[in-house]
C-alpha cells in the first residue's frame, strides 16, 4: 500500500475554502484515493474518492494531477461544523488493510 | 438508511477479564473490519472478515480474536484485557469498493 503524507493540523476561518493536501508517491496504478472524515466521538465517514483529474460531490472536490503523487481535498466556505479529522487514503478496488494514518485536524474558527 | 451498531459506547474492565465487542450492521454488507484509535496513532486495522466464517489478521492483530457467525454479527474478544488495550474500538463494514460504513465507536477502559 502506498504510504500518504498529510499536514497534522489546519486552521481556517468560516466561509474560506479549505484545502488538504496529501502526498503519495508510490501510488500503485490500479490504486485510488479516498477521503473520510471524522468528527469527535465518531467514526470516519466516507466523503470522496477518485482516480485521477476531477471529482466533485455535495460536500467537497477532489483534485488529482496527472502524475497522481499527490491529491488536494478542497472544502468550500467552510463552517464551524467542518471542524473535523481528515484522512487521506490510497489502495486499490476493494482493498482491505487501508492505513487511515492520523489524518488532518481542521479547525474552523468562528 | 445505512446502519453499523456497536453494542456498547463506554465499558470499563478489569485486567484479566475476558471483553467481547459487538458490531451488527444492517446492510446485508460482506465485509466487516475492527479498528483501534488512540491518540497520535490514527486507526490501525485489527482483524477484518470478507464473509461469514473468514477472517484476517490486520496490522495490530496480538491479543485478539474475532468471531463471525452471521453476515451481519462481527465480534472482537480480548481474551485477557491488559492495560494497554484501552482504546476506542470502532467497527466498520462494507459491501464493494472502498466505502466503509463505521459505527459510533466503544470507548474501552481497562483498569
Known amino acids: 500500500l502506498a504510504k500518504t503524507t498529510q499536514p497534522i493540523s489546519m486552521d481556517s476561518y468560516e466561509g474560506q475554502e479549505v484545502n488538504i493536501t496529501c502526498s503519495h508517491n508510490?501510488?500503485?496504478?490500479?490504486?485510488?484515493i479516498t477521503w473520510y472524515q471524522q468528527f469527535p466521538s465518531q467514526g470516519p465517514r466516507f466523503i470522496i474518492q477518485?482516480?485521477?483529474t476531477k471529482v466533485t460531490n455535495e460536500v467537497a472536490s477532489l483534485f488529482i494531477p496527472a502524475d497522481r503523487k499527490s491529491s488536494t481535498l478542497s472544502l468550500p466556505r467552510v463552517s464551524l461544523s467542518d471542524t473535523a479529522v481528515y484522512y487521506c487514503?490510497?489502495?486499490?478496488?476493494?482493498?482491505?488493510?487501508?492505513?487511515f494514518g492520523t489524518g488532518t485536524r481542521l479547525k474552523v474558527l468562528a | 438508511d445505512v446502519k453499523v451498531t456497536q453494542s456498547s459506547r463506554y465499558l470499563v474492565k478489569r485486567t484479566g477479564e475476558k471483553v467481547f465487542l459487538e458490531c451488527v450492521q444492517d446492510?446485508?454488507?460482506?465485509?466487516m473490519f475492527w479498528y483501534r484509535q488512540d491518540p497520535g496513532l490514527g486507526l490501525r486495522l485489527i482483524y477484518f472478515?470478507?464473509?461469514?466464517?473468514?477472517?484476517e489478521k490486520g496490522d495490530i492483530p496480538e491479543g485478539y480474536s474475532v468471531s463471525r457467525e452471521k453476515k451481519e454479527r462481527f465480534s472482537l474478544i480480548l481474551e485477557s484485557a491488559s492495560t494497554n488495550q484501552t482504546s476506542m474500538y470502532l467497527c466498520?463494514?462494507?459491501?464493494?469498493?472502498?466505502?466503509?460504513?463505521f459505527g459510533p465507536g466503544t470507548r474501552l477502559t481497562v483498569l
Open positions: 466498520a463494514s462494507r459491501k464493494q469498493g472502498n466505502e466503509q460504513f
Open positions: 472478515s470478507y464473509d461469514v466464517k473468514m477472517k
Open positions: 487514503l490510497v489502495g486499490g478496488e476493494g482493498t482491505y488493510k487501508y492505513i
Open positions: 508510490n501510488i500503485a496504478t490500479n490504486d485510488y
Open positions: 477518485g482516480y485521477k
Open positions: 446492510m446485508d454488507h460482506e465485509n
